[in-house]
């Protein structure tokens, strides 16, 4: 049976249509450019009727979608979701109005992890962290073999773990210092910008700081660009110590990184593994993998999809008859 999985994210929405073997068969994107609730469920409605249209419905065992923020996985209601604004949001509700399918909804960092451990650098390994660098930092761990949870579903917020003391950028959440602040596309950004008065030729900034990507400054940092190589030292010093931390705590086999700034690929694994090793003190040293995730932006969606076929994020594989 074919499932779909749906990856809501602040500013888009995809649906996809999944096989048993993870594999997209097919896809539907949508910009979410009004976030009141209604119409983020139009949109989505609409990129899941795009894909049930295409198939055939009584292919379709059943509908997943990840979600920003906190979510009731019972239900589907979205509890509190930053991004959107929105509490007590019946999400799972609305859709299941809408779709005779069942749908199940949950944290779509949690769903990346699921997609990620099933059928990517996680596969066959029992103990397994996914971190996604994008605006933010995303997250989910698998220990044990099974998605860690946690009371009220609120395991694996790992980027809201502090780094930085005193000396750190604020966080979205209130703290100074968190794993998020600093070593996300968005602290990369930051680190950027508090060298800046160290450089003041630099071309990096030029007086538009507001346009400022991480991906300008990975790209400069890897062309030697002072300003930039400046800010990726501090940028690397954060990112290793948040990862010396999960490892002190999970020790998995394989700590995952996708997101934007991950893409710099060998260029961030060289900086940070001998860093990581450094920091790693009550383990043996260099045992966990730091490799780049293998499902990019599809993550989500397909642990969506694969939330979905088993019936849950928690359900063991369905057995064959
Ligand atoms: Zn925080």
Known sequence: MKTIGVDLGGSHVLATLIED???ISDRSERDVVDHGFDAAVATIAAVI?????????KFVSAIGLGSPGNIDLETGTIIYSPNFGWRD???????????TQPVLIANDARCATLGEH???TGRNKPNFVLLTLGTGIGGGIVAEG???IG???GAGEIGHHQVRGGDGFYCNCGKIGCFEAQASGTGLIRHALAVGASFPRSELVSGKPGKLSSKAIRRAAE?????ALAAWTRYVEDLSRGLANVIAFVNPEVIALGGGVASAGAFMLDAVRPRVDELTTMVRRGRTQIVTAALGNDAGAIGAATMARRGGLLAQEPQES
Do not use: Q
């Not at 949001?89 to 779709?99: D, K, N, S, W």
């Open 223 to 227: 062309a030697g660009d002072p300003h």
């Open 151 to 153: 009371s009220g579903a």
């Open 49 to 57: 009727d795009d894909v049930l249209g295409r198939t055939k419905e």
């Open 21 to 23: 073997d993870g594999t």
């Open 146 to 148: 099974k998605l860690l």
């Open 118 to 120: 099933t059928y990517g």
């Open 89 to 99: 949001a019946p999400l799972g509700e609305r859709l299941r109005e809408r779709f």
